[in-house]
């Protein structure tokens, strides 16, 4: 995984007012055998102006919590408020949602798609032009306006879907896993559509995702282990926090020599160090055992705040 690299970030928070604000929230899916804690008394603030990647495992309460915030799902308990109001009483019009499901017909073309959301909205025909069109240039989907959804390439129907949650200029947008199936390319050029689309003080943008990679991209991270807040802060400070340099060993028959520090990710043991000089470098070289010193990764802040491996899989993706 690479290291975070701070030329990708763009400043630091702007706030101008609440986007979402959870107390005590709790959201419990099923019933006796099959009971899931998807999320665990979470208390959250995200102002306006805020680019959020919620990044966890699977599993670990992304989706339940976007499901919360954009009034699909009534929380088991607690209180959820979305730019300044009660969840339950939110006009759903504020806000614009990304599922990993498109929202487009592939039968229609972008436009038509994107006009008859503005219909729905109430928008009369030539204001739903304007906004359309608008909504089109910003998106870089000008030329594609006539091209029917079926025929795009995922990364331009993925755009053609955030061009569809934006029509309506909402206060919060929510994004579910926004870069699945897409190649590498489509991916990164659906994160830096993000960053630009970030340049509203008036707008937040909450993605979940369980790629370090992509969460990196963020202004603010918030990594979520069965459905409570382990770590929340911008990624370098993240990743700061950890200490300068983290330590891998690939033997298999490795012990580490104490608990303190290591964990396992993957195949891997891991215990941060201040550098090549470290002691505990020093010594393990000094026996012979082959390792790596490298930049710490939010998945090593991850496993170093949960005690468990990002990649842990609960099954299906959710
Ligand atoms: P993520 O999006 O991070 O993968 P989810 O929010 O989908 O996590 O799921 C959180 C937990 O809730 C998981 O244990 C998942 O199995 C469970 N869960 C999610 N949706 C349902 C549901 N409709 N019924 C039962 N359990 C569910
Ligand atoms: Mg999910």
Same mark, same amino acid.
């Given at each position: 995984m690479n290291a975070i690299d701070p030329r990708d970030h763009i400043e630091a928070p702007r706030t101008t007012g609440s986007a979402l604000s959870l107390r005590k929230l709790t959201q419990i899916h #099923? &019933? #006796? $055998? =099959? $009971? &899931?804690?998807? !999320?665990? +008394?979470l208390d959250l603030d995200i102002n306006r102006g805020e680019w959020v990647a919620l990044l966890g495992p699977n599993g670990s309460g992304k989706s339940t919590l976007l499901n919360v915030a954009s009034g699909q799902l009534q929380p088991t308990s607690g209180t959820c408020a979305v730019l300044g109001e009660p969840v339950e009483t939110l006009d759903r019009g504020a806000i614009g949602v990304v599922f990993?499901? =498109?929202? !487009? %017909? *592939?039968? !229609?073309t972008i436009e038509e798609n994107l006009l008859d959301l503005a219909r729905l909205q109430g928008l009369k025909r030539q204001d739903a032009m304007d906004r359309i069109s608008e909504a089109l240039k910003r998106s870089g989907l000008a030329e594609r306006a006539h091209d029917r959804v079926a025929a795009l390439s995922g990364g331009l129907a993925r755009r053609a879907d955030l061009a569809r949650a934006m029509i309506h200029e909402p206060g919060l947008l929510l994004l579910d +896993? *926004? =870069?699945?199936?897409? %190649?590498p390319l489509a991916r990164q050029s659906c994160l830096d559509h993000l960053a630009k689309v970030n340049c509203s003080d008036e707008r937040a943008i909450i993605m979940s995702t369980h790629l370090v990679e992509e969460a990196a991209r963020a202004q603010r991270v918030i990594m979520l282990d069965e459905g409570r807040c382990v770590a929340d802060g911008s990624p370098e400070s993240l990743c700061q926090q950890i200490g300068a340099r983290i330590l891998r060993i690939y033997e298999t028959d490795f012990e580490p020599p104490s608990d303190e520090g290591w964990s396992k990710q993957g195949d891997a043991w891991t215990c941060p160090v201040s550098g090549h000089g470290d002691p505990i470098v020093e010594d393990l070289l000094s026996q012979g055992i082959e390792l790596s010193v490298l930049r710490p990764t939010l998945a090593d802040v991850f496993a170093q705040k949960s005690g468990r491996d990002l990649s842990t899989m609960e099954g299906p993706a959710s």
């Open positions: #099923g &019933r #006796g $055998k =099959t $009971k &899931r804690v998807a !999320l665990n +008394e990993q499901v =498109t929202a !487009l %017909d *592939p039968r !229609l +896993e *926004p =870069t699945t199936g897409l %190649d």
